[in-house]
């Protein structure tokens, strides 16, 4: 069935090193995808989303590309920053507007002094 | 910023307790939805709606009923209440087209002892 997949629960990481997180999915259709960031005590926010021309989204120096041969929507940035430390979720919500989101198990990044 | 406001923050019941969970949303959102967050399993489905009356099940549907009684507000009802149901409950909505984000409130954390 439709799903999403993060292989990784905890990534640990020096600061100043490059942050990958791993997102793939399953789907019958072309979905949409999302990231989203959720800091200590607080509720899950949107950092990133796919586009549907294939334009790259990028904020507070995350990326992220869709790639549909592989599909892939994995999480970089190219510098860890200590505010970075946080629980992330890729999410995939189907094109076929039944307004269903669903969440990957999630991947803690702790990034160390 | 869009608000959605759960109630209570903290609840605690015992087993075969009656408890509701409650939300609302003051973004004019056509779809809500309700997920459960516990350590290894990330945010799962639990039920979803698309307006006032409809209500679509989500993946962990059992020992959950729902209902959203207006645009604005959308409830969680545990009937049975059962320690498995103990977890981190959150709310969200968003507008319902395919890559928009979900807008999560605070959570409502659930004791079942």
């Known amino acids: 069935g439709d799903s999403v997949t993060q292989t990784e629960g905890l990534v640990t990481l020096t600061e100043g090193l490059p942050v990958m997180l791993n997102c793939t999915y399953q789907s019958t259709y072309s979905p949409f995808l999302f990231w989203y960031v959720q800091h200590l005590n607080e509720a899950p926010k949107l950092l990133l989303k796919?586009?549907?021309?294939?334009k790259r989204p990028e904020h507070q120096g995350f990326h992220a590309t869709l790639h549909k041969s592989s599909s892939s929507f994995h999480l970089q940035k190219s510098s860890a920053q200590l505010s970075d430390s946080a629980l992330y979720y890729c999410?995939?919500?189907?094109?076929?507007?039944?307004?269903?989101?669903?969440f990957g198990l999630g991947t803690t990044l702790q990034v160390q002094p | 910023e869009a608000a959605v406001t759960q109630s209570p923050r903290n609840k605690v019941t015992v087993t075969g307790g009656n408890v509701t969970l409650s939300c609302r949303q003051t973004n004019s959102h056509n779809y809500m939805y309700w997920y459960r967050q516990d350590t290894g399993h990330g945010l799962r489905l639990i039920h979803y709606?698309?307006?006032?009356?409809?209500?679509q099940i989500g993946d962990v549907p059992d020992g959950y009923k729902a209902t959203r009684t207006t645009q604005e507000d959308f409830f969680l009802l545990l009937e049975l209440a059962s320690p498995s149901q103990t977890s981190l409950y959150f709310c969200?909505?968003?507008?319902?087209?395919?890559?928009?984000?979900?807008?999560f409130g605070h959570g409502t954390k659930l004791s079942v002892l």
């Open positions: 796919s586009f549907t021309d294939n």
């Open positions: 999410a995939w919500k189907d094109t076929g507007n039944t307004g269903k989101l669903i």
């Open positions: 969200a909505s968003s507008g319902g087209l395919s890559n928009e984000r979900l807008f």
């Open positions: 709606s698309y307006g006032a009356g409809n209500l």
